[in-house]
């Protein structure tokens, strides 16, 4: 059993002293932000380069599932070990795993040793986004972490907006290599501004590393991801593969419960869900996953596909829903800094989301590009309340001690609602462009649609007429169905919304320096 005692911080020790050091921390933190959300928008745009150097489509979509299930499933162990021994050395190990991977990602000369490398890869990532969340947790206060919520925000959306740009910019002028070569200075100027500016207490733990919990945790999500990814394309929802994932899943996630309440030192501490807030922050960013992937994957391909948008573009077409949200983070951190009061934003967030998401059900062959673009601000609007308010609720309300668990506990609910979201929309969304396919052009409609539903621009050229016109409402009807059930799922998080209780905020900053608090004592376990 590990002993804790108390030790207080020197005051240089303390977050926030220097305005200056803070603000170079934050700035490598919201690079290395960066390089975790950018990662896949760039390489999707290379793939078709690397499939051409390569070869291997066969094996194409594990290029994104070896890294997406090697990220889910170090994320809670990366936080945890962050509350075990430091998060600074633990942060920092994690940027070096995820740059060897990159480094080793741009050298790969076939298929699966790209494949192989994506996991090492992915494994770094899964440390970064959690690091970043505990590391902020620990030097800014909750009260004051809201003034960063619009800094945060705005790294999602350049990266959401400027993925497909620069990884189409960097296949054609430098090669598909560069895009993940790209990584490396980057990373090593956050490694070189956290190692030198970054102060945290250092921590020692003696209880051993949860083995069997952390096993346990990585089998069952990553049958969790499996079963997401392969559902309905690689295998049908009732096949025997479906069915053996789901079952294994369900045994090991059952055994990790289990295994949690009787483990000294367990991965994910079961405790912190007593807390009702930290368990409704989980659902709704849970929901917030599950809405936001589903957004971003169906309303490109509504817009070329229907619109006439070019392809190139992408991710300028989600500008309006991104644009709404970064504002509204904004907002809102600044809000909840001033007041200390936040529970209206929850609310608030989730029935923009719900009304946003059924006005986007309502979209058809004849909606402009207006229309459309303020359909999504309101989406945006709903999330930009959501995004960062659920990690800054879920960190106040736990101990200091389980920063780190909470941070990656919040991360991985929002990465597991981003897969299913992208599975049960997408099932959803192709059975029905099927459906109207065959209806509306017959047997050619259902040869056009019999490999993919979601049909890329050269494939929609090559259509004819009456094709080409069935298969754009095919894709209306499709996403009608998708984002109806969105607004569905979105209600839940509205419900979870009303029941969260508004507990004051921890450390709310000083005006001035004669109203400092005491510094705040910090658990160290030795």
């Not at 936080?79 to 790969?108: C, E, N, Q, T």
């Not at 505990?134 to 990266?159: C, F, S, T």
């Not at 990884?167 to 430098?174: K, L, V």
Request: proline letters at 4%; hydrophobic letters at 50%; one cysteine or more.
């Amino acid at each position: 059993m590990a002993d804790t005692r108390t030790v207080d911080t020197a005051p240089d020790e303390q977050a926030g002293k220097q305005p200056r050091s803070v603000r170079v921390v934050l700035l490598a933190l919201m690079i290395t932000m960066m390089l975790a959300m950018l990662d896949n928008m760039i390489i999707g745009t290379a793939m078709p380069t690397i499939v051409g150097e390569l070869g291997g489509l066969e094996h194409l979509s594990w290029v994104v599932t070896a890294y997406t299930l090697a990220t889910a499933a170090s994320t809670p162990l990366w936080g945890k070990l962050g509350d075990m021994y430091g998060r600074k050395g633990v942060f920092m190990s994690s940027i070096v795993l995820f740059l060897i991977g990159s480094a080793l990602s741009g050298m790969a000369q076939d298929m699966g040793q790209l494949i192989a490398f994506r996991a090492v890869q992915g494994l770094g990532a899964g440390g970064l986004m959690v690091g970043v969340m505990a590391i902020i947790g620990d030097l800014i206060p909750p009260r004051e972490r809201g003034k960063y919520q619009g800094m945060m925000a705005g790294v999602m959306a350049l990266a959401m907006i400027g993925g497909p740009l620069v990884g189409g910019t960097i296949t054609d002028h430098w090669g598909w290599r560069w895009a993940f070569y790209i990584n490396l200075p980057l990373g090593v100027v956050a490694l070189a501004a956290i190692s030198a500016v970054l102060h945290l207490p250092k921590k020692r733990a003696q209880a051993r590393i949860d083995y069997l919990g952390a096993a346990l945790l990585t089998v069952g999500i990553t049958a969790i991801v499996l079963v997401t990814t392969w559902g309905g394309t690689e295998y049908a929802w009732t096949s025997a593969r479906i069915m053996e994932l789901i079952g294994i899943g369900v045994a090991a996630l059952v055994g990790f419960v289990f295994w949690q309440t009787r483990a000294a030192e367990p991965v994910l501490p079961l405790h912190i869900f007593r807390s009702r807030n930290f368990t409704l922050m989980s659902l709704i960013g849970f929901i917030t996953g599950f809405v936001m992937f589903g957004a971003t994957l169906f309303l490109p391909l509504y817009q070329q596909s229907v619109q006439g948008a070019s392809a190139t573009n992408s991710g300028l077409l989600l500008l309006p829903m991104l644009g709404a949200m970064l504002v509204t983070s904004m907002v809102a951190g600044r809000v909840t800094t001033n007041s200390g009061r936040y529970k209206l934003f929850p609310i608030v967030g989730s029935v923009l989301m719900v009304v946003g998401l059924y006005l986007l059900s309502l979209m058809d062959t004849d909606t402009g590009r207006f229309t459309s673009g303020v359909y999504m601000a309101v989406v945006g609007l709903g999330m930009g309340c959501l995004m960062q308010i659920t990690m800054l609720v879920a960190q106040n309300s736990v101990e200091m001690k389980d920063m780190g668990v909470a941070s990656s506990s919040s991360t991985l609910f929002r990465t597991l609602g981003s897969s299913f979201g992208v599975a049960v929309m997408g099932a959803l969304f192709n059975h029905r462009v099927q459906d109207v396919m065959a209806e509306r052009a017959g047997a050619l409609g259902s040869k056009a649609t019999e490999q993919s539903a979601q049909l890329d621009a050269a494939s929609l050229a090559k259509l004819p007429e009456a094709a080409r016109e069935a298969y754009q409402h095919a894709v209306s009807a499709g996403t009608h169905s998708a984002f109806l059930l969105g607004a569905v799922v979105a209600i839940l998080s509205l419900v979870a919304a009303v029941f969260v209780k508004e507990v004051p905020l921890k450390g709310a900053a000083p005006k001035t320096e004669q109203d400092a608090p005491a510094p705040a004592p910090v658990a160290e376990t030795v």
